[in-house]
């Protein structure tokens, strides 16, 4: 009877914090929405209305890497868990719990190297050509140091 009220409230506080997040995305897409709609009435061209969202920096495969190394780890630690403790009670849901994470963090892994493995070459030569061309502060490029007929 004990378990099956700390179940409850578990998943209770769970689906409340979802419903949350979800209202929350729906007001504020409503409220961008109404902004949109009320600049369009005034007349605002709609490139203007839309704000350009900064590229990710990076490659993305690191991001997978990195979040399937932590999220694999916080799943050993549940797992190891019951060899510390004898809680017989609880120790099949820790199990599974511990189980769930780790392969998740496996499933992230996966993709992290499935990304590196089969990145596109032209987005890392664009990456590096991008790094390469790039101008330093106080140094001129060669297409600047053209004479002029002043």
Known sequence: MNETIIV???????????ILI???VYFGKRLEHKQIMAAIEKGTPLSELRSVKPKP???????YLSSGV?????GLAFIAAIAAGPRMGQS?????????LCGVGIASLIRGLLYRKYL???QLSANSNAVENRNTPGVSAPETMQ???E
Request: aromatic share 10%; no cysteine; charged share 5%.
């Open 120 to 122: 596109p070459k032209s």
């Open 8 to 18: 409850f409230i578990v998943f209770g506080s769970l689906t409340t914090v979802a």
């Open 92 to 100: 099949s849901l820790i199990l599974f719990v511990g189980l769930i």
């Open 22 to 24: 979800g209202l929350i």
């Open 70 to 74: 932590l999220i694999l780890a916080i």
């Open 147 to 149: 004479p002029t007929n």
């Open 57 to 63: 920096v990076g490659p993305i495969w690191v991001k």
